[in-house]
């Protein structure tokens, strides 16, 4: 009982569903043609594969077939759009918009671009983490040719406003691009309804296999063209180049079926799971904030602060046998916390002390229930030991202290 592991850490990698492996594993052996060998059997059926996949991919987000481009994951199909935007459409253009809260993979691609002659306005987020819609609308210009902007946030689950972001990219004549990764196959997604462009996701967050991802670009309406970031066999549209990871692909699309099947039970399960969690965890420990937007938040998802508690610290107490993130990412030399937590207005302290929950599909009772335990038993522990909750407790003003150096 004590070894149990518990994994709550859905937002960094789901476990593969065994329907998925099971869908996939053909693919491997008896039909493990190529899907671009189109004078033999053995290319047709990996093709057939492929095509299913692609439809099942295209409808979990309302999208066509036709619009889907098979990547190895949402990374590079962030670079994907970015780049590829910024390279087609140069002569419209050179900037774009995004958020300081966005995923690396975007953040870093909006990087390049301003190393190859862009423009790039970082947007802040709002306290709550939820963008300034006038903000926004004032930071487009005549030169702006993509927003980007993040369906939900992968370590807050804060859901951003996409229905009033696509109708001011549609009015202003910009293209929107979305990182949807953490939305996707979780709560509903309709990219025309939302007025998407562009939108990136990968299979092993919603259940598929690590290594498959898509980049949505929409046809029509506008037709919307990315320059392919790859050169070789012009595969996918010519969008991008190399042989399709056919088992992967039918994994992906197996996901997306069983998402558009099960996802509004697997949410109103986690929802109730994840309010008990937090709930209890509220009641059982003082000094305890919840970061980012409670109400436009993914169902699984909570971001919670305990104060003068290090999160990477807590988690030793119970030897890492509950699988979490925490609030302080790991560079190369040191602890350094959350860009994103930051950009809420987070103090260092603050970011360092959050633990981010992120329940899932095979998230039980008892799994919840034993992590309120070790959590409410682990914070309590630490603060014992605590000579600033000693100091917090007798009522000092912590603010008030001078700190020696050495
Ligand atoms: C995980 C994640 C990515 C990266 O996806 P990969 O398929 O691992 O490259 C990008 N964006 C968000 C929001 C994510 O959560």
Redesign the pocket.
Known sequence: MANRRIYLDN?ATTPTDPRVVEAMLPYFTNMFGNAASRNHPFGWEAEEGVDYAREQVAKLIGADPKEIIFTS????S?NLAIKGVFEMYARKGNHIITLKTE?K?VLDACKKVEKMGGEVTYLDVKRDGLVDLEALKAAITDKTILVSI?FAN?ETGVIQPMKEIGALCEEKGVLFMS?I??AAGKIPVDVKELGIHLA?F?G??MYGPKGV?ALFVNRKKPRVKVTAQMDGGGHERGMRSGTLNVPGIVGFGKAAELAIKEMDADAKRLSALRDKLQTALMERLEEVVINGNEEHRMPHVTNMSFKHVEGEGLMMTFNQNIALSSGSACTSASLEPSYVLKALGLGDDLAHSSLRFSLGRFTTDEDVEQTIDEIANGVNHMRELSPIWEMYKEGIDLESIEWSEH
């Open positions: 937002n994951g949402a990374t590079e962030d995923h993979a993040m992968n990182d990764t953490q990136a990968t092993h967050k991802g």
